[in-house]
Structure formats: structure tokens, C-alpha cells
């Protein structure tokens, strides 16, 4: 059974945060971002109460991109959107040496033909030093990741243009390391999401698309508040005719590869169910679901004609994350909706981990993922070439 809480959709205050993806001549993204609500109390400090509104293009694309408009039959438009797992480059002081260029091996395969870039910010962007682990940091199994906060231009100039707060190390420096993170995320022109009750809105093509993302946490916007996530998730249909739902759900490592259909632990924690989350995400009016948090790559299952991806797993760290067994395989996920929300097309991108967690091509994660699909799921599995284009069963 789920863990189902009291706490209703009206306990937290709905926070709409809009964006709009305006492609350029050659595949560039300028967003325009807009507070809609005053932030949560303990993000006051940072933010202030006023709504704020800044704009800049973001770094061009490579000439070679695909049309940012996909090329469809009576010239509707499409939204295609890239998404990728658990991302940190490092962790201070621990940092790469050339941060700059960490992500170029798979930049290219990011952003190229894809309108919006999601990822999993695994940790978080800040110069706070109090962290959960205590003034020494060597508490037992604890992991407090922080990134300088310029390291945010690393991520845009690597495409990225959402980056999600929903997880377990959002807080890792309490609320003055995560509202500084989201901060310097506005700050960057970059959209994020994942705050409990926010609803952010990106526009794309003409379409416009909600972002929602969920995590077992009070910090975050909750997958263990069953009602709660349904009435936001219907709320976000309301406002827009693309739904994307993350998870940060599920049991955690080598031998976490595989969707139970229960609920999930980890270290004790309990970590949700993460199939019957999903189902209800697209129950309630998502028109995908992408998740991360196992640190391993997950099977993709079709729920009512919607693609759900149950782990992208980790995407970049240098030092952050194991890289042994089934840990050493990741992946790009390209997904293509119509302006209605339903699925057109899908790639799965392969990618490898070198030196200390740096992303590149290769590998076998589609063959992996085209197993484990098959052996979760069955008749629902969605089945993968061995390219990795994705197609419905």
C-alpha cells in the first residue's frame, strides 16, 4: 500500500512559474521567466516578495541542430524534449579541473533537435557551508553535494533550460543553500521546478507545457501525498496542454534496476511506489513521466498510450556517484508530443561513464533497457531498438 497522507492540494499554495522557449535561426533558446506568486517563506530572504522578470538568449546551438519546429503533416507543431538523470559535477572542493568543457562529449546529443532540456539537478548551487552532515561531514552514509553557483553557465551552455529541486539533496545546506540554488537558477534565465505546490509552465511552439516534479520529501513537492500530487497534476492540465511529471523515486543502486510495483525503500526510508505513482500521474493528466533517484537505469513502460521512463539514471558526476556494474550505464531520452500531449516519437541515446563519472556516447543502456522493459512490464513494455528508438507495444 502507498503512504497516503491528510494533507490536501490546499495545504500548499499553488505557485505557477512561466517560461517561454523561443527557438532561433539556428536551434538557440531564449527564456523569459516570471514568478506569478511570492515564494514559500523560508525562500523570502532570497527572493523577496516581488514577482521578477529577466530575459537573454541563451548560448546558440551547433549550426548542424535539427529545425526546432519539427517538419509534421499540416503544419502543426510539435515539442521535443530531452531529459537526463541525476546531474552534479562534482561536489566542492572536489571539483573537475575543467568544468567548462566536462559536458561537451555529449552536448551535441542533449540539445540537438530538442526545444526544452531537462535535467535532475542532484544537489545543489550555493556558497553555504552548514550542511545536513554536520560541521565535520563524515556522518555515516551522508552525502551533501554543492556546486559553485557559476556552475550553472556550465549547464546552460551545455542546453539545458529546466532543472528540477525535487529530490534528496535539494537540501543538503537547509533553506538557504536550496533558495540560493533557486536563485541562481532564475538568475541563469534557466526554468526550474519541484517545490511543493509549483507548477512550472514553459512555452515552446506555440505549446505550452507544465512542468510538475515529485519527491518523498516535505521539502519538495510530495509523491507520498496521493491526493495532494493528483490535484496538482489535474491543476497543471488546466493550464497547459503538455504535462511532464518527474519522479525522484525508488529504491537505490546495482540491485535497484528492476520496478517492483510495490513500495520502495531505501536505508529505511520509503521511498513511494514508484509504477503505481506514475500510473496515477498519468491517471490524473501528465502526458509523460521521467524519473531518476535509483542511480541505475530503469525499464519504459506505455500507460493509456503515455511513455513513463522509471529511471534515466545518473547523467553527470564527477566523483558524486558509483560508477560499477549496471551504475556505469546511462542515457539521453528524447521524446517528442503533439500540441495535445500525446506521443509521437522517441530515441533512447546510450551513454558511458569515463574518469571520474564524465558522460559520453556508447554503451549498451538501450539493450539493457529493452530487457528490463520486457521483464518488468510485459504487454505494457515499450519496445526498443537497438538504436534506441522507442515505440509503443
Known amino acids: 500500500m502507498l503512504a497516503i497522507s491528510s494533507a490536501s492540494v490546499h495545504d500548499v499554495p499553488v505557485k505557477l512559474r512561466t517560461a517561454t522557449a523561443v527557438a532561433g535561426a539556428a536551434g538557440a533558446i531564449s527564456l523569459t521567466a516570471c514568478s506569478l506568486t511570492a515564494p514559500p517563506a523560508a ?49 566542492t572542493p572536489d571539483l573537475p579541473p575543467y568544468p567548462a568543457t566536462y559536458l561537451d562529449p555529449v552536448k551535441r546529443i542533449l540539445s540537438t533537435g530538442a526545444q526544452i532540456v531537462f535535467g535532475n539537478l542532484e544537489g545543489t548551487l550555493t556558497t553555504a557551508t552548514a550542511s545536513k552532515c554536520g560541521p565535520s561531514g563524515a556522518a555515516a552514509n551522508c ?28 537540501m543538503d545546506f537547509g533553506p538557504v543553500g536550496q533558495a540560493q540554488t533557486v536563485q ?28 510538475l516534479a515529485f519527491a518523498p520529501y516535505r521539502y519538495t513537492a510530495s509523491l507520498l501525498d496521493l491526493p495532494a500530487a493528483h490535484a496538482l497534476i489535474r491543476q497543471a492540465a488546466n493550464e497547459a496542454s503538455v504535462v511532464v511529471v518527474y519522479m525522484h523515486a525508488g529504491a537505490e543502486g546495482p540491485a535497484a534496476d528492476h520496478v517492483t510495483g510495490h513500495e520502495e525503500y531505501y536505508l529505511g526510508e520509503d521511498r513511494g511506489n ?4 506514475a500510473h496515477l500521474a498519468i491517471d490524473s493528466g501528465a502526458s509523460l513521466v521521467i524519473a531518476s533517484g535509483p542511480h ?34 546511462s542515457a539521453i531520452l528524447h521524446v517528442t508530443l503533439s500540441s495535445t500531449g500525446q506521443f509521437e516519437r522517441a530515441r533512447l541515446y546510450p551513454l558511458q561513464f569515463t574518469g571520474q563519472g564524465q558522460p559520453a556516447p556508447g554503451g549498451n543502456a538501450a539493450a539493457f533497457v529493452a530487457r528490463i522493459s520486457q521483464e518488468d512490464f510485459g504487454s505494457s513494455a515499450a519496445r526498443i531498438s537497438a538504436l534506441g528508438a522507442i515505440q509503443p507495444p
Not at 548542424?64 to 519546429?69: E, G, N
Not at 514508484?274 to 505513482?277: G, K, Q
Open 43 to 91: 525562500h523570502t530572504a532570497a527572493f523577496g516578495r516581488k514577482s521578477a522578470m529577466a530575459s537573454s538568449a541563451a548560448p546558440a546551438h551547433p549550426a548542424t541542430a535539427s529545425p526546432s519546429v519539427p517538419a509534421r503533416p499540416g503544419g502543426t507543431a510539435a515539442v521535443t524534449i530531452a531529459a537526463v538523470g541525476d546531474t552534479m559535477l562534482g561536489s
Open 184 to 211: 541562481t537558477i532564475h538568475a541563469a534565465d534557466l526554468a526550474q521546478t519541484g517545490l511543493p505546490g509549483e507548477i512550472t509552465l514553459v512555452t515552446s511552439n506555440g505549446i505550452r507545457v507544465a512542468f
Open 296 to 329: 541505475v537505469l530503469r525499464g519504459i513502460q506505455f500507460w493509456h498510450g503515455h511513455l513513463i521512463a522509471y529511471s534515466l539514471g545518473n547523467f553527470a558526476g564527477y566523483g558524486n556517484f558509483g560508477t560499477d556494474d549496471d551504475l556505469a550505464l
Open 274 to 277: 514508484p509504477e503505481a505513482f
Open 143 to 170: 552525502y551533501a553535494f554543492r556546486d559553485p553557483p557559476d556552475y550553472v553557465h556550465y549547464f546552460k551552455d551545455a542546453g539545458f533550460t529546466i532543472l528540477n529541486n525535487a529530490n534528496n539533496h535539494s
